[in-house]
């Protein structure tokens, strides 16, 4: 069963310019593990397999958290991937150009106040609205080339609720509540129409924010929902220690290409 959402991840190359870019943003760091084991049955999602990578989680003071992932390369012209919707207490961000329109669907289905902004140590972007009391990381936004079998993915496979839907400058959009069974667990998508989006494949070492990784009490049951909801990859579960924690890890592809990772907390 899917209980919530643990992260978003940020594909970086150099750890230490992703800690400088999450730093800006006023998050705060709960730990850094280095040499973490790369697992071999990522190879299918990463362009550029390693043995080792390093890790970073920071955390906004409510919703879910950010993942550094430092790889061996990152493939920069790929597409953005889970974009971070984050509310922040600095001051106003420098907007960035947006010639797709996404930011007006952002508008749309969570209010005034989000510009697009540029990391540009990173090669990626995020929506801020800031001046803020208390850092939320509120969703993620997609763009994905067929949006209804986007949905029945993320309703039927992880078990999300469509919430809210419209069109706007002639794109449809969707927002998904994904389950949370506690508040720190908490995360909307929103699932933007986008012609083209899925022509490339999408790998782990995207640059950007390549995947959504989700808590399950159930890995083996919640892997085979996503088969039936049409998952265009559903890996093999292999085990992983982070942060001394001891971990229960698979990652799947979604009919766009939408990149999961599902992760259950081993019982000792």
Known sequence: MIVGVDHIALACVDLETGQRALDRLGLSERFVDRAVANA???????????????????????????????????????????TPVLEVTG??????ADPDGESKCVTAAFGEGFVRHALQELDTYCYLRAGHEDSCLRAGVLAV??????????????????DRQGVENGRRWAVVKLPALMPKWRLELLLVAAEGAATNENFLDNAGWPCLACLTTSIEGDAEKLRQAAARHVGEIFHLSVNGKALRILLAAGPNGELIELIEISKK
């Open 40 to 82: 071999p049955q990522k190879r299918p999602l990463l362009s550029d397999y390693g043995p080792l990578h390093d890790i970073a989680v920071y955390d906004p003071q409510s919703g879910a958290a950010i993942e550094l992932t430092a790889h061996n390369v990152l493939q920069k012209e790929a597409r953005n991937g889970f």
């Open 91 to 96: 001051p106003a961000a420098a907007e960035l």
């Open 145 to 162: 080339a067929d949006l209804e079998a986007s949905l029945a993915f993320f309703t039927s496979g992880l078990a999300g609720k469509t």
